[in-house]
């Protein structure tokens, strides 16, 4: 244990503080977490936690999204320049002009979005449960799902027969996994699994064997007989998938599926945020309470 690691843990004990890492960071990040995860999973562990002290490696909205469910907890970023690129392409007065356009849509707002378009919303989803959320909304035909339309289409065509109005946003590291890339990949790696995020275009996705959250494909590659697999999503989970299954190999379907803001974390930046618990995280109550609605219906269905 290296004596950064070390400092970490004592300062981690004597704040009674507790670290939460998606599984696109840095390896070395990922290394010093209490717990590892996608936004499902983080946003669970973040209202489950007894800890005062939340540290959260990951992106702004992430952030945001603890300090939602933990009002009473403070929320830390170690880079408060993390932000993203998605949830910048929506503003709540965007979905509110929106939501007048379609005034019978009920709101499905996926949680790479801030926590004012969040308030706006009739119920949150991940990527990890985004085919469940829209399922249970039995008496809504008409869905207004925000703000990735990729994430979107691959929904649609889950839950056939409601009528979906999508928003033009995206993640550009995963438009950026070409399906020219895959086909390359399966030519080289004949014997190999693919594993696709949902946030891909619809081409690539066409090309998937599995079409998983970051989470969802942890589990898989444990469980599964392959051992060797193409994996299309941000280049940071190959770190957990390598170290967690040993035996197997793991492709990244583009080098260049990397998130530059999920990558400003350090771990030089997380000891900093333990010292000095700075660059909080606040979400104003009158928003926290409606953001906070939608989070936990979610939540409820998960």
């Given at each position: ?246 035996g197997k190999k793991f492709v990244a379907a583009s080098g260049k599926a990397v998130c530059p803001n999920m990558k400003l974390t350090t771990i030089e930046k997380v000891l900093w945020s333990l010292e000095e618990a700075k660059h909080k995280v606040e979400v104003p109550e009158p928003v926290r309470k409606k953001a906070e609605k939608a989070i936990k219906r979610m939540l409820a269905i998960s």
């Amino acid at each position: 244990m290296s004596k950064l690691t070390e400092k970490i843990n004592q300062l981690k004990q004597k704040r009674n503080a507790v670290i939460l890492v998606h599984n696109y960071q840095r390896g070395e990040v990922q290394d010093i977490a209490d717990y590892t995860g996608d936004s499902l999973g983080l946003s669970m562990q973040a209202s489950r936690t007894k800890a005062d002290l939340i540290v959260f490696c990951g992106v702004h909205f992430m952030a945001e999204t603890a300090a939602i469910v933990n009002p009473r907890k403070a929320v830390v970023m170690p880079d408060p320049d993390a932000g993203c690129p998605m949830a910048d392409m929506i503003t709540a007065e965007q979905l509110i002009s929106e939501k007048k356009k379609f005034p019978k849509a009920t709101v499905v707002t996926y949680v790479n979005s801030t926590a004012a378009v969040k308030a706006e919303s009739d119920i949150c989803c991940t990527s990890a449960n985004a085919v469940e959320v829209v399922r249970s909304l039995k008496d809504s035909n008409e869905i207004l799902f925000v703000p990735d339309m990729y994430l979107g289409n691959y929904v649609s065509k889950q839950v056939p027969g409601k009528k979906f109005i999508f928003w033009n946003g995206y993640c550009p590291s995963h438009v950026a996994i070409l399906a020219d890339d895959i086909r390359r990949l399966k030519k080289e790696n004949p014997d190999a699994e693919v594993m696709v995020h949902p946030e891909c275009t619809p081409d690539v996705v066409a090309l998937a064997d599995k079409v998983l959250s970051t989470e969802g494909m942890v589990s898989h590659a444990a469980k599964s007989g392959a051992k060797k697999f193409i994996v299309g999503t941000e280049t940071g989970i190959l770190h957990r998938l390598s170290k967690e299954n040993p035996g197997k190999k793991f492709v990244a379907a583009s080098g260049k599926a990397v998130c530059p803001n999920m990558k400003l974390t350090t771990i030089e930046k997380v000891l900093w945020s333990l010292e000095e618990a700075k660059h909080k995280v606040e979400v104003p109550e009158p928003v926290r309470k409606k953001a906070e609605k939608a989070i936990k219906r979610m939540l409820a269905i998960s």
